[in-house]
Structure formats: C-alpha cells, structure tokens
C-alpha cells in the first residue's frame, strides 16, 4: 500500500516561534488534508488540498500541495500553547478506485511558554 | 464539534466478549469510515460504506464486521475481543467517496 513519511516526529518550540512540518509519499497523491488531534479527541479538519501546487491558509496555517505531489508541508506561525497536539498528514492516493485517506503517523507538537 | 457522533464514549470490556460501537453522520453524508488508533500509533483505515454498501476493505480483523443501516448510522461490531483490541475507534463520515472526512469523537475500548 501507500507509503507517508511525516517528519519530525515529534518538536518543542518556544511559543511564538514558527513550526514547519511535511509529509512524503512514495506515490502520487490527488488529495492532501491536515488534521489536528488533541489527546482522547477525534482529528480536527485544519486545511484540503486538492491542486498540485496549491498554497492554502486557515489563520496562522500555511499548508502546500507540492509540485512533484508527492509532498505536502503545514506551517504554523507565531505558535501559541493552544497549538499543542499531534499534527496529522493525509493523502488520497490517486489510482482508479483509491478512495481511502492514507494518514502519516503524526507530529507531536509541545509549545514552551 | 464536527456533527459525527460516536457511542458510547468509554468501553471497559473482558477478553473473549462482543462489543457494538455506533456512529451517526453528519447530515447529508453518505459515506462512513472506521478507523482504529492504537496507543501512539496512527490511524488504520479498517472499512468503509457508502449508502448502505460495504465500498472498501483495509486492515480489518475477520473478528470485526460493519453494517450501515438505512438511516445512515453505522456499527461496528468487534467480537472474541482480545487484550491488543484496546485502542480508540473513530468513524469519519464524507458526502462521498473524494471528499474531506470528519471525524467523531472517537470510542476508547479497553480489554481487560
């Protein structure tokens, strides 16, 4: 199946400063979603993506669809505490029949007061 | 709040029983996925319906089966439960096959 490689892993930033985060994948995606959960919580829908190429923002949120599609990045800027939680990547491979969403396996962000 | 609702919310079980999560959609949504999340893993796709139909398989146990009911809602039945079966169970509901899903609030399984 598809592979998605979400770097880093995990990251503790001061608060204010700007966090950069990506997802890789081995295979061409048409589709790449950012989610946000919080601990015990379902994901949060932050940012779709769905144009090679295409940079989107929701507030302090950057996300872009990378040219090859093969890559997505999430930025946040200025972090606040309430950014704390586990960033996920989703792609939808994009071979006939590939509905499903392929999720990295998550950043975990910790902001320092 | 994403309009998903997902019951019951804690689950405390024994090895070997049978447990039935639910979801209910969001209006207007036709298609529901079942996902699992174990302990600092990330989410496995286990199935999805679309309108009643199964539409797609992923690591689903044989132990584990899903229905859609006419009004939408859907169930997820998991059965010899064995301790590795702890894990959050989230559905995630979309209009159709290509768009953004919404996750619930997710069911917490424990086996004990």
């Known amino acids: 199946g598809q592979q998605l490689n979400q770097s880093p892993q995990s990251m503790f930033i001061q608060e204010g400063e700007d966090v950069s985060m990506n997802c890789t994948s081995s295979?061409?995606?048409?589709?790449w979603l950012w989610y946000k959960q919080d601990p015990g919580e379902g994901p949060v829908l932050l940012i779709a993506?769905?144009?090679?190429?295409e940079l989107t923002s929701n507030g302090r949120l950057t996300a872009q669809f990378g040219i090859t599609r093969k890559d997505s990045f999430l930025n946040i800027s200025a972090s606040i505490p309430s950014d704390v939680g586990i960033y996920f990547c989703?792609?939808?491979?994009?071979?006939?029949?590939?509905?499903?969403?392929?999720f990295g396996k998550g950043t975990k962000l910790s902001v320092i007061p | 709040d994403s309009g998903v609702t997902q019951t019951p919310k804690h689950l405390i079980t024994a090895t070997g029983q049978r447990v039935t999560l639910r979801c209910s959609p969001r209006?207007?949504?036709?298609?529901v996925y079942w996902y699992q999340q174990s302990l600092d893993q990330g989410l496995q796709f286990l199935i999805q319906?679309?309108?009643?139909?199964?539409?797609a398989k992923g690591n689903i146990l044989e132990r584990f089966s899903a229905q859609q009911f006419p009004d939408l809602h859907s169930e997820l039945n998991l059965s010899s439960l064995e301790l590795g079966d702890s894990a959050l169970y989230f559905c995630?509901?979309?209009?159709?096959?290509?768009?953004?899903?919404?996750f619930g609030p997710g069911t917490r399984l424990t086996v004990l």
């Open positions: 209006s207007g949504d036709l298609s």
């Open positions: 295979s061409i995606f048409n589709t």
């Open positions: 989703a792609g939808r491979y994009s071979g006939a029949g590939s509905y499903q969403l392929t």
């Open positions: 995630a509901t979309s209009p159709g096959d290509y768009n953004e899903q919404f």
């Open positions: 993506l769905y144009k090679a190429g």
């Open positions: 319906y679309y309108n009643g139909e199964e539409r």
